[in-house]
């Protein structure tokens, strides 16, 4: 079975500093995407980043950026020059890529973002 | 962008009385629906997996006969809590799969509240 672990409950970071979430993830499968999701207090679910695991190169979405290490299966989210508004529950996720497969959810990381 | 909406947003009711949730995929056709329910400040927990036409696969320790899901089209799921009580007080979020080119998205409603007093 896989699962995802989230080792840190809750983060802080200072308006305009990097901060980096991490998340570690257990699975057989050879090829699977991972996802990081973003929880703000509206409750709805944003995608923030995805990485497919065939692909060596790290995902980047302007200020979003994973590093993906396969053979340690790391999958850490660093976000650069933070927000205010990137304050939220941010959800590191699995799945397989066959069709309909479910999502695997870590525990979530609470990031709160001082200004 | 692809969207997924919940009715009602919140509901309160009262013990014993159930309550349906929709979850409706408005621009695309969705092969599989899943529901989760998220407590406060903890992870999703799906719930079950319904794909249209086809009974719901309910994940361990979920009792079909309290929640009941109905997959009546590629853009409709539903979530029935029957005989609701104040333990299934929670927030509910359905999720809808399509393909898009060669892999499978997915994309998230923005939940019920419910509240069962």
């Known amino acids: 079975a896989q699962t995802v672990t989230q080792s840190q409950p809750e983060m802080s970071v200072q308006e305009a500093e990097t901060v980096t979430l991490s998340c570690t993830y257990d699975t057989s499968e050879s090829d699977y995407y991972l996802f990081w999701y973003k929880q703000p207090p509206s409750r709805q679910m944003i995608l923030v980043i995805r990485?497919?695991?065939?692909?060596?190169q790290n995902a980047t979405e302007n200020r979003f950026s994973v590093n993906f290490q396969k053979a340690a299966k790391s999958f850490s989210l660093k976000i650069s020059d933070s927000q205010l508004g990137d304050a939220a529950m941010y959800f590191c996720a699995y799945r397989p890529v066959t069709s309909g497969s479910r999502l695997t959810f870590g525990e979530g990381t609470q990031l709160t973002v001082n200004p | 962008g692809a969207v997924v909406s919940q009715h009602p947003s919140w509901v309160i009711c009262k013990s014993g009385t159930s309550v349906k949730i929709e979850c409706r995929s408005l621009?695309?056709?969705?092969?599989?629906m899943f529901w989760y329910r998220q407590f406060p400040k903890q992870s999703l927990m799906l719930m079950a997996t319904s794909n249209e036409g086809s009974k719901a696969t309910y994940e361990q320790g979920v009792e079909k006969d309290k929640f009941l899901i109905n997959h009546a089209s590629l853009t409709l799921s539903t979530l029935t809590v029957t005989s609701a009580h104040p333990e299934d007080s929670s927030f509910y979020i359905c999720?809808?799969?399509?393909?898009?080119?060669?892999?499978?998205?997915?994309?998230f409603g923005p939940g019920t509240r419910l509240t069962v007093l």
């Open positions: 990485q497919e695991a065939y692909k060596q």
């Open positions: 999720s809808a799969s399509r393909l898009a080119g060669d892999r499978y998205e997915q994309f």
């Open positions: 621009d695309f056709q969705a092969t599989t």
